[in-house]
């Protein structure tokens, strides 16, 4: 069992280094103490993560991501698109989805990743990525 201020995550079932990915990201943690049937670590050190506030999208992007999804999937009018929206459920195939991405590019001037694209399952997660692009584009 592995515990972090009293909470017992049991990683017996999976091996050591997904269970420090559970981990990954705390700042405030210095280390963490590891035992099983088998072996048993006294404690592991980790680097601190530098400490990052992600926040949503703001609504004017958004809406301008949900237009363009609109358009690219030649949507009716009366259909209806929010930040929920996932692509597949408004019919979007992959061939669909590269050409969003082509087109969220064009209208906010940045470049997405193969990655990051292929990570994209609804309008926020697209609205989200575009806000943090944006922002470090002007950084």
């Known amino acids: ?5 009293g909470i017992a995550i049991p990683v017996s079932a999976r091996p050591l280094r997904q269970s420090l990915q559970v981990f990954n990201g705390l700042s405030a943690l210095k280390s963490v103490s590891f035992s099983s ?3 048993s ?3 592991i050190r980790l680097n601190p993560a530098p400490f990052r506030v992600s926040c949503a999208a703001k609504p004017e992007t958004l809406d301008k991501v949900c237009g363009i999804v609109k358009k690219q999937l030649a949507l009716a009018d009366d259909v209806s698109i929010t ?7 408004l019919g979007a195939d992959s061939l669909d989805t ?3 991405v082509m087109g969220l590019e064009e209208a906010f001037g ?9 990570s994209i399952v609804t309008v926020r997660d697209a609205a ?7 922002e470090a584009k002007t950084a």
């Open 41 to 43: 670590f006294r404690s």
């Open 110 to 118: 940045i470049t997405v990743e193969e990655e990051s694209a292929q």
């Open 98 to 100: 590269v050409e969003i």
């Open 83 to 89: 930040g929920d929206s996932k692509f597949a459920e």
């Open 37 to 39: 049937q088998r072996r």
């Open 1 to 5: 069992m592995a515990s972090i201020a």
């Open 128 to 134: 989200n990525m575009i806000e943090e692009l944006v």
